[in-house]
């Protein structure tokens, strides 16, 4: 027991004891950190405290007073027809951003060419539903012969377009 032999001698040992005593050192570093960090937190805290304390209890010069904060205007109600014109705007914007994804993705049209589109997309658009032009649409005639469908014509300013 007390004359045993130590695997690497008294050397083995005194570094055992080192090590120890380091890890002993580190520990109460880490302690004595931790108390001045604690203490800089209080004294940090009192004197924002004493700070508060003296605003409050010191009397306010008319001259040192605080000017007040200017009045907001009160923000006026959106009207109905406002909120329907918005809702209306971002429904169209909803569809042209669903028609230009449409042209990328499926049509493969470059982005350089997607307000030229956009343009032709519109006129036609402008020209279905305009009341001056005069369109007459003749009603789908679906003739069955042998079950093909043969046509559907649509007359469009003295034109006709096979659809």
């Given amino acids: 027991m007390g004359g045993d032999i130590i695997k690497g001698g008294v050397k083995a040992v005194f570094e055992y004891i080192k090590q120890w005593k380091c890890r002993d050192e580190v520990i ?12 800089k937190k209080e004294a940090a805290e009192t004197r924002a405290q004493k700070a508060i304390d003296l605003k409050l209890k010191a009397p306010i010069h ?3 007073a605080r ?5 907001k205007p009160k923000t006026k109600k959106r009207s109905s027809e406002k909120v329907k014109a918005d809702k209306e705007a971002s429904a169209l914007r909803a569809a042209y951003h669903k028609r230009c994804l449409h042209w ?10 997607l ?4 343009l032709a997309y519109q006129r036609s ?10 369109l007459f649409i003749d009603f789908p005639k679906l003739f069955t012969l042998f079950n093909f469908l043969i046509c ?12």
Avoid: G, N
């Avoid at 570093?29 to 931790?34: D, N, P, T, V």
């Avoid at 000017?67 to 009045?71: G, N, R």
């Avoid at 990328?104 to 060419?113: G, H, I, K, R, S």
């Fill in 28 to 39: 109460d570093y880490r302690r004595r950190q931790a108390e001045v960090i604690e203490k």
């Fill in 115 to 118: 307000d030229a589109k956009e």
């Fill in 152 to 163: 559907f014509f649509c007359f469009f300013d003295s034109r006709w377009f096979i659809v």
């Fill in 104 to 113: 990328m993705t499926v049509e493969m049209v470059p982005v350089t060419e």
């Fill in 125 to 134: 658009v402008e020209l279905l539903s305009d009341p001056s032009h005069k």
């Fill in 62 to 64: 008319p001259e040192l």
């Fill in 67 to 71: 000017t007040p904060a200017p009045i």
